[in-house]
Every structure is written in structure tokens, then in C-alpha cells.
């Protein structure tokens, strides 16, 4: 069954590409996303949740008689998370329960002759793309179709399948520019990624709450105008700095050290549209109370009355969230509700997680310091939970803009898989 995206275009998946092709036998290109954050002074893995994520589509695909190479990005050029995929190989053998061979070369000719020699069943992972100067350059993917890199590369396969939701948003050749060259399909992840997305634009998924906090102020405006041009959402929560603009925005007080902070990190420039947002019914909601902190004590104080510097949303704020978030038929939670990291102000972040997944909506969380709640909680594996692994593609999709590397799948099915 193929993945619906909400402009009605189709992306197939591997279950497609086996129907229509065959996999057993074959040689097929798998690009994930294993980037990692990685300790500067040991060069170990701090988290391995997206290895463990991806693990899965390649256990599928080596066992459905394909041999299977990956490749993946970690870093940038200069970074001090830029390094090799040797130790992204030896988490991805624990968690696929199979060998997987580890080649530092990308296209060059060992990496070609490997290709090659590869037999039905066997695992090898590339090193990272990033070596290849051509994987910074964002262009189309007619352009990067024509790239050395998918020159090189594409000959040696029969299909490609891409399960890198989370750089989706990147228009680079081992994205955009392999599936117009070859039949692709979405891997397993992607292909949750996008069955849950795809459920906020289903009639049926209503009410939709979205619950939005964090720091990215700018990027979460956006989201906002997006849901309310579309009327995607039935209620929106707000958290973190962007509650604080539209309380600003609403003509409330919020205490002058906020608004400092605010005008420091250039949100009160903002407030012209968000008041316009809110003209227009926006149905939000702002908090009625906040935990601040002053001179190192923590209060929680009222909105109209605050001294304190802002931390976290107070418990009559939470406690009336939690009744918007009882009746949701769809949930989706993006960005923190405080300073998450300092332990006083977690709980805001942790009690709202709480609420979503007690209710009996379906739920979306995005988002490192959510996704960490998820996991303290242990609650992984709720059948109405999605934790997506995109970053920036999940902030992109819901700020309404299209996805290069789903545009590029789309493309390609219609090339490949004509009857879908």
C-alpha cells in the first residue's frame, strides 16, 4: 500500500517495489539518516536511537534475499562531529542481529568493486556522504541526477530506497538524486513517518490539538500561519517563548525582565503577526501561570503580576491544557514547555506528555527533549504514539512546506510505478 502525501501523490513502499519488481536477488541502495550527536573528546555515540530505528528496514530488506548497502551523513565539514561511520557499522550489527561490513570509501573504487562482489543477504555500509564535496551542494534533482556521485553509484544497483525522513528537507544527491535514475520506494521508517503525518489531514482525525513550545520562535510562527491558512488545527497549546509572544501579543504583562529577554532574542518584533493571527481566530490558548525564578527561588506566579524571570508553564496552566488534550482525537506535541534541562522546570514538559499519552488520541511527538521524556517514561511502545526522527523535516512538513526528498520519491514513482 503506498504512501499518500497531502497533494495526493504517492510514494510506494517496499512491499510496491517487491510486488512490482522483485527483491530477492537484487542489489538495493539504502540511504538512513544514523547522524548522531558525538562526544568531542572520545568520539563515541551519545545516542544511538536512530541507528536502532533504521535497523530494522535492513534486517527486512537483507532478509527478503537483497543485498543491502547503506549510506548515511554524520556531520558537517569541520565539525567535531564529522567523522567516519566505523562505529555507526558496529550499533548497526547489534541491532540488526546480522553482519554489516563497514568500507571507508563512498564511490571510489573499492567501494565499487565491494558493490559488486556483494552476494543476496549481505549488509555494507558506506562511509559518510559528506566526504563526497557534491552531498553539501542543494540543487535539483535533475542536477543531482547528473551528479559524479549517482554516476558512479547507480549502475551497480536495481532500486533505491530511501528511509532518511529526517533529511527528507535536504535537496542532496544520495536524497534527490538517485530515485530519478532508479525504481525507489520509502523504507520502513519513512514510511511511519508518513502514516502519521498523513492523519492530520484526515476528516475523521477531529479534534486536533497541537501542543507547541520550545525556543524556535521563528519556526513555530510559521507553523502557525500554516495551520490556520489550511485549518488543520482545532486548538493550539502554547509553550516556552512563543506562549510568551502571544501573551505579549494579547496585551497582557508578562514583567519586564521578559520582555527584555524577548526583545534580546529579537521576538518582539514578532508581535504584529501575531496579533494578527490572533485576529483572524487563531484558536489559541496562552498560560495562565508560570513557574519564574527569582534570585534563585522558584514561584509560581500569575500572568498580569510575574517579577520573575519565566522557567515553565505553572500547574493551573497545565492542569487546564490537560482538559483540551482529554477530549483530542490527534495530538501533537512539538518543543519542550521550559528549560527542560534544569530539573525544577521539567515538569511542565513531563506532565503534559503525560496528559497526551493518558488520552485516547493518537499522538505525535517531535522533538529531542520530548522524545527523551518518551523514553524516561518508558512509553516507547504505546500503539497510539509516533516519536518522529525528524528535526527540521518534521518542522518543515508542518510549517506547510514540501520535502525534497518526498518530492523526489513522488517523481520517481510516477516514472517507475505508473499504475499506482
Do not use: W
Not at 11 to 34: A, C, H, Q, S, V
Not at 284 to 296: G, Q, R, S
Amino acid at each position: 500500500m503506498p504512501c499518500m502525501l497531502r497533494n495526493g501523490q504517492k510514494i510506494p513502499t517496499i512491499d510496491d517495489l517487491d510486488e512490482r519488481y522483485g527483491i530477492k536477488d537484487t542489489k538495493i541502495l539504502l540511504r538512513i539518516d544514523i547522524n548522531s550527536p558525538i562526544d568531542p573528546e572520545t568520539g563515541k555515540i551519545l545516542d544511538d536511537s536512530r541507528i536502532k530505528a533504521h535497523s530494522g528496514t535492513i534486517r527486512e530488506l537483507a532478509e527478503r534475499g537483497a543485498a543491502v548497502v547503506v549510506m548515511s551523513h554524520q556531520g558537517r565539514p569541520g565539525g567535531d562531529d564529522f567523522v567516519s561511520l566505523g562505529e555507526h557499522a558496529k550499533l548497526l550489527e547489534k541491532y540488526v542481529g546480522a553482519p554489516v561490513e563497514f568500507l571507508d570509501d563512498v564511490i571510489g573504487p573499492a567501494a565499487r568493486k565491494r558493490i559488486k562482489e556483494l552476494k543476496p543477504g549481505e549488509i555494507l555500509l558506506l562511509d559518510n556522504t559528506r566526504l563526497m564535496s557534491e552531498e553539501i551542494i542543494e540543487a535539483t534533482p535533475e542536477k543531482h541526477s547528473k551528479s559524479i556521485f549517482v554516476q558512479r553509484l547507480a549502475p551497480l544497483f536495481n532500486y533505491y530506497v530511501n528511509d532518511a525522513f529526517a533529511t527528507a528537507h535536504r535537496s542532496q544527491p544520495s536524497i534527490v538524486g538517485f530515485p530519478l535514475v532508479l525504481p525507489s520506494a520509502a523504507g520502513r521508517v519513512m514510511e511511519k513517518e508518513l502514516t502519521a503525518l498523513a492523519k492530520l489531514y484526515k476528516q475523521e482525525e477531529r479534534p486536533r490539538v497541537f501542543v507547541l513550545g520550545g525556543g524556535k520562535v521563528h519556526d513555530t510562527l510559521r507553523i502557525l500561519e500554516h495551520l490556520h491558512a489550511n485549518q488543520i488545527a482545532d486548538r493550539i497549546l502554547l509553550t516556552g517563548l512563543i506562549a510568551e509572544l502571544f501573551v505579549v501579543a494579547k496585551g497582557l504583562d508578562i514583567g519586564s525582565e521578559n520582555r527584555r529577554v524577548l526583545e534580546r532574542k529579537g521576538i518582539l518584533a514578532l508581535i504584529p503577526r501575531a496579533r494578527r493571527l490572533l485576529l483572524r481566530g487563531l484558536p489559541v490558548e496562552t498560560p495562565i501561570d508560570f513557574k519564574t525564578l527569582i534570585d534563585n527561588e522558584v514561584r509560581v506566579e500569575h500572568v498580569g503580576s510575574i517579577r520573575g524571570v519565566i522557567r515553565d508553564i505553572g500547574p493551573q496552566t497545565i492542569k487546564t491544557y490537560t482538559e483540551f488534550m482529554r477530549e483530542a482525537r490527534l495530538i501533537v506535541m512539538r518543543g519542550p514547555a521550559g528549560v527542560i534541562e534544569d530539573p525544577r522546570f521539567r515538569e511542565g514538559s513531563l506532565q503534559l506528555v503525560k496528559a497526551a499519552l493518558d488520552s485516547e488520541a493518537y499522538v505525535i511527538i517531535g522533538g529531542g527533549h520530548l522524545n527523551a521524556i518518551v523514553a524516561e517514561l518508558g512509553a516507547y511502545n504505546r500503539p497510539n504514539l509516533h516519536v518522529s526522527t525528524g528535526g527540521g523535516a518534521l518542522l518543515l512538513f508542518l510549517a506547510g512546506e514540501d520535502l525534497p526528498g518526498l518530492v523526489a520519491l513522488a517523481s520517481s514513482a510516477r516514472k517507475f510505478f505508473p499504475e499506482l
